[in-house]
């Protein structure tokens, strides 16, 4: 096989002193690298030996990003700072952001704690049905659906209210970090039906004063008391006191309406006359008298001074008449010595013939009245006797003497207390009858009629006595609260007093002005009372019920009037504001005060006082006790020396139901209570 010759071409030769010469490497480059290497490893070394360690601890449930502001070097949660001041930033997801300045010093290791605030959890609430208020921590949030309110992180109270339910309570654990939590409640009825039927049918369905349809019919009743009435043209009202208790439906059955009774009409001549039926107390005249139908009553009408009147009186069914009795007046002789003679006397506001005569009256109580130009009218009151001349012997007093023996109209205390002065044998109902009808709708067993006479002159505090004034007496007294409500400020009333301790303090009060002690007291305790004293007392149960109801000729049934419930704000009683500190409020009435209101924050009563019959009830001078319904009259009463209970009248806050805002409900009691207050009396002479 032949082979290829290889051909080896000749290269370019170039002498040695013909070629280029390779620039040198300058020394001086090498040195300045050298030099700057150690210039940064001195500058780290000087800032290693400077520096100190910082050790950042961050308080959050989630990954925050911590910044330091200058020359730090970060070594997890530590850093290396030199002694001075730095800026911190530090952000997580959910929390606020936090700013801060930390100072680094000498130490060698130093460490901070930074807590992050979450922000708030959002919570949605729904409820069935819906429209429910929201209530967090005591405060109104809304109504639901509520969607994304903002709460703070940790525990909260809940509470969920709507008109027609059961509240309902919860207690919340609320994220925070904007987490979105959700709660669906159901709500509980707070009604129960109550199913009623009435022989006849058709009867009217009064549901506490309100038509709420006719029988047969099934009624919708919210928990709590109700007082119902059946009403039917022809036939007596039947009523009864129901006690619901949610969802626990009642049924009544079938009531049989009685056939209405008969009404008979009654006045007398005189007026003022005390009526029995079938031996029982019904008041005095003029009166309406309520007959069970076809059936004899023995009627009797008598007053002091005139012969008793007694018959038999019969009605039929829905009967109704009218009759007059005129009594015969028992007389007795009155003789009558005045100076000057030149007097006019009048009897019973008729002029007598003569100043100086002996004259036949009535033997029953008389106003007398002696006046003269230039002298002071003198008032007395006479009542003759059968057998047994009277004689009224009368001096008349010039005007300027006369001016310094009358008796103040208004009074002030040592306290500052205002008392006002009542005459109650100078009104046209100084004789009255105390207790209700049993016909009037509330009406409790313990409210008698009983016929009373006032005569005394008396003062009577405008207002109920207050924290302020009642400290004086004991400092430390303390009215209380009730669901985060004071009653405790200076001028509202001073409650959680005993009966004791309002006695004590007028006694207290007496010895401040220097007056006779009206009650006896022994190691603190009331043993008795001195009817005939002038100091401080409470004032006794008919001067408290004169002062309540007597307006004119007339008694009130409640504070405003006799109709139910008010149409206007005119006291202090629970109303939808305080219902869920009362359990209870009067329909469609708000007063503005969750629980007692400063003394004198409404309008008085017809005599000037303020609160009688409102804000809170009050203790009397009288032993709790049943009245007799004999028919005598009591003149000035104060009842026993002792006992276990004492009487409370008036309504308070915490009431609204109509029994209990009538002027003639009697309560009683001896501890203190927290609607229970009191307001001081004494006697003019």
Not at 426 to 440: C, K, V, W, Y
Not at 647 to 656: E, F, L, N, P, T
Not at 660 to 667: G, N, P, Q
Request: hydrophobic share 35%.
């Amino acid at each position: 096989m032949a082979t290829e010759p290889i051909t080896i071409s000749p290269s370019d030769f170039i002498p040695l002193s013909q070629a280029t010469p390779k620039a040198p490497v300058p020394r001086k480059t090498g040195r300045m690298v050298l030099i700057f290497c150690l210039g940064v490893f001195v500058l780290v070394m000087l800032f290693l030996l400077s520096a100190r360690s910082l050790m950042i601890e961050v308080k959050a449930q989630t990954s925050a990003q911590v910044s330091v502001s200058g020359l730090a070097l970060p070594f997890g949660k530590r850093y290396l700072l030199r002694p001075g001041d730095y800026a911190v930033h530090v952000t997580a997801e959910g929390y606020y952001p936090l700013a801060t300045t930390v100072t680094v010093d000498h130490r060698d290791s130093q460490s901070i704690e930074l807590q992050l605030q979450a922000l708030p959890g959002l919570l949605s609430v729904a409820s069935e049905p819906a429209g429910a208020t929201v209530i967090v921590d005591g405060e109104v949030a809304g109504k639901t659906p509520l969607n994304d309110l903002p709460l703070t992180e940790g525990e909260h109270q809940l509470r969920i209210e709507e008109s027609r339910h059961l509240p309902a309570e919860q207690t919340l654990q609320i994220t925070g970090r904007n987490v979105r939590q959700q709660l669906q409640l159901q709500l509980a009825p707070a009604w129960a039906d109550v199913t009623m039927k009435s022989l006849p049918s058709g009867a009217t369905i009064l549901l506490d004063g309100e038509v709420a349809g006719q029988t047969p019919a099934t009624v919708e009743i919210l928990q709590g008391e109700h007082q119902l009435l059946l009403q039917l043209q022809g036939y007596a009202d039947w009523q009864k006191t129901l006690q619901i208790n949610a969802s626990e439906n009642l049924d009544l059955g079938e009531v049989t309406l009685q056939p209405a009774a008969g009404e008979l009409t009654l006045s007398s001549v005189p007026s003022s006359a005390n009526v029995t039926l079938d031996g029982e107390f019904q008041g005095q005249t003029p009166l309406t008298l309520i007959l069970i139908p076809d059936r004899a009553h023995r009627l009797a009408v008598f007053k002091p001074g005139y012969k008793r009147y007694d018959r038999s009186v019969q009605l039929p069914a829905a009967g109704s008449d009218t009759q007059t009795v005129t009594l015969q007046a028992e007389l007795g002789e009155v003789r009558f010595s005045i100076s000057p003679a030149n007097a006019t006397v009048r009897i019973n506001g008729q002029r007598s013939r003569n100043s100086n005569q002996t004259v036949s009256l009535p033997a029953v109580e008389h106003a007398v009245e002696i006046s003269l130009d230039g002298y002071a009218t003198v008032r007395r009151s006479v009542t003759p006797r059968p057998g047994l001349m009277q004689l009224v012997d009368v001096r008349l007093q010039t005007q300027q003497a006369a001016k310094l023996a009358r008796i103040k109209p208004e009074i002030t205390t040592a306290l500052g207390q205002t008392l006002l002065l009542f005459k109650p044998g100078e009104s046209a109902m100084a004789d009255f009858t105390m207790g209700a009808s049993r016909r009037q709708p509330g009406r409790r067993a313990n409210e008698v009629l009983h016929p009373v006479a006032l005569r005394r002159m008396f003062y009577l505090q405008t207002t109920e006595v207050t924290n302020a004034q009642f400290r004086q007496f004991q400092p430390g007294h303390k009215s209380g609260q009730i669901e985060g409500n004071s009653l405790n400020q200076q001028h509202q009333p001073a409650v959680q007093v005993s009966w004791q301790q309002a006695a004590s303090f007028c006694n207290w009060l007496s010895a401040k002005e220097g007056l006779p002690a009206f009650y006896q007291e022994k190691n603190g305790i009331v043993t008795g009372y001195n009817a005939r004293s002038t100091g401080y007392r409470l004032p006794s149960e008919a001067e408290w019920a004169w002062a309540a109801r007597a307006s004119g000729q007339t008694l009130l049934q409640f504070p405003w009037g006799d109709t139910f419930p008010p149409t206007q704000v005119v006291g202090n009683y629970a109303d939808a504001g305080s219902a869920y500190v009362t359990g209870s409020s009067l329909t469609g009435y708000t007063d503005g005060y969750v629980v007692s209101a400063p003394v004198a924050s409404f309008k008085p009563n017809q005599h000037g006082l303020y609160d009688l019959g409102s804000n809170t009830s009050e203790w009397v001078h009288d032993v709790y006790g049943i009245p007799s319904a004999n028919g005598a009259t009591q003149r000035d009463p104060l009842g026993k020396q002792t006992g276990d209970n004492y009487v409370i009248r008036g309504a308070s806050w915490d009431q609204s139901k109509l029994r209990e805002l009538r002027l003639s409900y009697r309560d009683y009691g001896q501890a203190g209570r927290d609607d229970v207050g009191f307001r001081v009396a004494r006697y003019a002479e």
